[in-house]
């Protein structure tokens, strides 16, 4: 029985003994819990580590890693994105899993922070500021220092809006109108930071808006706009190409992604870079149109 008991309190770890089994000091072990750096519960009041993930991580550690077989990217919508790694889902068949699931920017950093994902889609004010903002953005999460950022592509930013809309719209001021329903975006998405700003250069508040609904991704913006449910929400010209309905541009976005540095040399994520940078790429880029691949791949930040 005493023997049972031993090998079952040897499947979790208190935090004298992972930091023994890691050769490394407690306080050390209690600061990546607190990054979320190294798989934990609390039970009790307690942390307690599971061994065999806690080795699963150190492995994963290492360059090149045990889950090379897996590309799990959230945070930031966008159509084009999604096509592109649904066809390379596709190919790759069960010999990886490979999946995006836009979250919004900033919960998608947030679990970039907590190692829930791989890398994180970030698109955060115009073009012309990326290159501050995005580093400026990242450097709120205590593991940025071992993040990169890797742009993806330019597209085009507006609102998207009801077709015949579009078509009668003269001055941007009059979609603020009170009869206009907005379809909004949640808190810590770049849409919705995009609107805010577009909003403060009119001097409207967003509490002004008929605000009808809460939109979560591009495609239920745009499914929202065609069911009828509102007239006008923030979004891309790609998404309103997809579904058919009107479009009011305002500017150009980057879209880049955050990763660490060893996800960057993965074969998955480099096989994905070279995807986004291939004719077919930029065929689908074309066909959605508001796209601009320049520069796809590049290394924008993170290089110190």
Not at 71 to 91: C, M, T, Y
Not at 211 to 229: C, D, F, H, K, P
Not at 250 to 267: K, M, N, Q, T
Request: charged share 20%; hydrophobic share 40%; aromatic share 8%.
């Amino acid at each position: 029985m005493a023997a049972v008991m031993s090998a079952h309190s040897d499947v979790f770890m208190s935090v004298k003994q992972v930091a023994e089994y890691l050769h490394l000091n407690e306080k050390k072990i209690y600061a990546l819990v607190n990054e979320g750096g190294i798989p934990a519960t609390k039970i009790t009041g307690k942390w307690m580590f599971p061994r065999e993930l806690v080795d699963r991580w150190m492995l994963d550690s290492t360059h090149g890693g045990l889950l090379t077989d897996r590309l799990v990217i959230s945070g930031g919508d966008d159509p084009l994105l999604f096509h592109l790694i649904q066809d390379f889902a596709r190919e790759t068949g069960a010999h990886a899993l490979i999946s995006y699931t836009p979250t919004s920017t900033r919960l998608g950093l947030d679990l970039l922070q907590a190692n829930r994902v791989d890398a994180c889609g970030v698109h955060w004010g115009p073009d012309a500021e990326s290159h501050m903002r995005h580093p400026a953005l990242l450097s709120q999460y205590s593991q940025h220092r071992q993040w990169v950022l890797i742009r993806a592509f330019k597209r085009e930013q507006g609102l998207i809006t009801t077709p015949s809309l579009a078509r009668e719209i003269e001055d941007p001021q009059q979609l603020f109108n009170p009869n206009y329903r907005w379809a909004l975006r949640q808190t810590g998405s770049g849409a919705q930071r995009f609107l805010l700003e577009l909003l403060s250069h009119y001097g409207i508040n967003k509490d002004q808006l008929n605000g009808t609904i809460t939109a979560l991704s591009e495609r239920e913006v745009a499914a929202a706009i065609t069911m009828q449910r509102a007239d006008i929400a923030p979004g891309t010209r790609a998404t309103a190409t997809e579904y058919g309905v009107g479009f009011i541009p305002c500017g150009w976005v980057s879209f880049d992604l955050a990763l660490p540095r060893a996800i960057w040399f993965r074969r998955l994520f480099q096989e994905l870079l070279a995807r986004l940078k291939s004719q077919p790429c930029q065929a689908m880029a074309d066909i959605l149109t508001g796209y601009n691949l320049d520069g796809a791949g590049d290394l924008v930040w993170g290089d110190e």
